[in-house]
């Protein structure tokens, strides 16, 4: 691995200390980020998620921009998205390899999107190799272009820093679920109870007196609540939450 030494690895297991105590829902917040840009040395770091697939992307960001981020900004970056190169890869590309600096402010892109803000080289880390959710980390300077080193060491953290967002996100999906399975009523409960058991709808209906559309009902409703689309996603966000209480 080319150009790391002993400053490189601890500066990479700061990142993971760092990455290590965070408990909530959003994998990298600031002082992650803070380790991240101590490490590869930029402007700014910033991470991007949609953690919700109809909701805006989440960034977080830490550093000093060279320009206003502005609405204006946003929009163009959505309209030349197409633009870009740096598709979801494992590793850790820059915009360098695939087009010169001269192509690179050619581009609306740079134009309308990078130059405002001073973005004149960009290195991204994508922590899901096929894009999901569009979570990534990307490094913006204003110079020099990052090097091999920094590519290496990005490279050398990937697969926890995957690790990591893997976590957040079922620490996400327990929350959600949890939240959930409070507002299930007393009825929605039993039902999914004799779903674990393994009744059927008819069955169930005969057991509690009520119609089997009763009973459909009562499921699809603790269904929203919880998140899930089937009984077997109903009955693990109620009884693996109740096996982690216990």
């Known amino acids: 691995m080319p150009g790391l030494g002993g400053a490189d690895y601890r500066g990479a297991l700061d990142v993971l200390r760092e990455a290590g105590d965070v408990e909530g829902a959003i994998r990298f917040p600031e002082p992650v980020l803070e380790a991240l840009r101590r490490l590869v040395p930029c ?90 959710r569009s979570a990534r980390l990307e490094f913006d300077r204003a110079g020099p272009d990052f090097g091999e080193r920094d590519r290496a060491v990005l490279d050398l953290l990937l697969p926890q820093l995957r690790q990591f967002g893997r976590s957040a996100v079922r620490r996400r999906v327990r929350s959600r679920r949890a939240g959930g399975a409070g507002q299930l009523t007393a009825r929605e409960r039993q039902i999914v109870g004799r779903v674990a058991q393994g009744k059927t709808n008819a069955e169930i209906a005969w057991q509690l007196g009520i119609s089997s559309e009763t009973v459909r009902k009562h499921l699809e409703n603790a269904y929203e609540k919880l998140g899930v689309h089937t009984r077997t996603g109903a009955v693990a966000a109620v009884f693996e939450l109740e096996t982690d209480i216990l």
């Open 43 to 132: 402007d700014v770091v910033a991470y991007h998620e949609k953690l919700e697939a109809d909701a805006e992307r989440t960034i977080i960001w830490t550093g000093e921009p060279r320009g206003a981020v502005t609405p204006e900004g946003h929009a163009a970056g959505i309209r030349y998205w197409h633009q870009d190169p740096m598709t979801p890869v494992d590793g850790a590309p820059k915009y360098s390899d695939f087009f010169s600096r001269g192509e690179f402010q050619r581009l609306e892109l740079y134009q309308e999107v990078a130059r405002p803000v001073g973005v004149e080289y960009m290195m991204r880390l994508w922590l899901s190799p096929d894009g999901e």
